[in-house]
């Protein structure tokens, strides 16, 4: 799994969310009196991970977010949406970069549903990829690609989904979202939890 933002291409970006992420984090573990060894127990992370979030000093996984959140019982868009944000369902924020030039996802904004509907900007480099962890047994992912092949891949199986064409699936198992072509690959995705 990688991380929210994996370079320096958009400082002022990586700075934010990372700063949204880090009072987000204290703030939603302050309203349940947690400590920071409380929250490290409950979510499997270390008391000093916790902190260097908190802090906004290091970049942090989209999976620990997760586990996070749902140590908390919380929305993953609850930790990475700006703290000042006047909507709740629309959030807007740079939440992963890749390693190729226009590689990101945008959580763009949630709706409620059994626990959360995700709605992502997504693009992918040329030659870049996004290995996604499963998210729920009962969930499913719809994805719309707008510009380019996308391949996903589901362990030995790869299906290839065109511009203008979509998939969906389970989010019960993992799958890697991979860019094979020498121009970006965009695609909207829908994560409903």
Avoid at 52 to 57: D, H, T
Avoid at 68 to 77: E, I
Avoid at 174 to 191: E, W
Wanted: some cysteine; proline content about 3%; aromatic content about 6%.
């Amino acid at each position: 799994m990688s991380n929210i933002l994996r370079s320096q291409r958009h400082v002022s970006d990586r700075s934010d969310v990372l700063a949204n992420v880090g009072k987000n984090l204290r703030r939603l573990r302050d309203e349940r009196d947690l400590s920071q060894t409380a929250l490290a127990q409950m979510s499997g992370l270390s008391r000093r991970m916790i902190s260097a979030i908190e802090g906004g000093e290091t970049n942090v996984s989209l999976s620990s977010i997760d586990r996070l959140a749902a140590a908390m019982s919380v929305t993953f868009s609850e930790i990475v949406r700006p703290p000042d944000a006047a909507d709740g369902r629309r959030v807007n924020s740079l939440a992963w970069q890749g390693k190729a030039a226009g590689s990101e996802a945008r959580l763009l904004g949630t709706a409620p549903s059994t626990k959360e509907t995700e709605l992502w900007l997504w693009s992918l480099g040329p030659g870049d990829s996004y290995r996604s962890e499963a998210h729920s047994e009962i969930g499913h992912e719809m994805i719309f690609v707008v510009d380019g092949l996308l391949i996903i891949e589901f362990g030995n199986d790869e299906f290839h989904v065109a511009g203008g064409d979509f998939k969906i699936f389970s989010s019960a198992s993992s799958c890697t979202f991979i860019n094979r072509q020498p121009t970006p690959v965009r695609f909207v995705r829908c994560v409903v939890l």
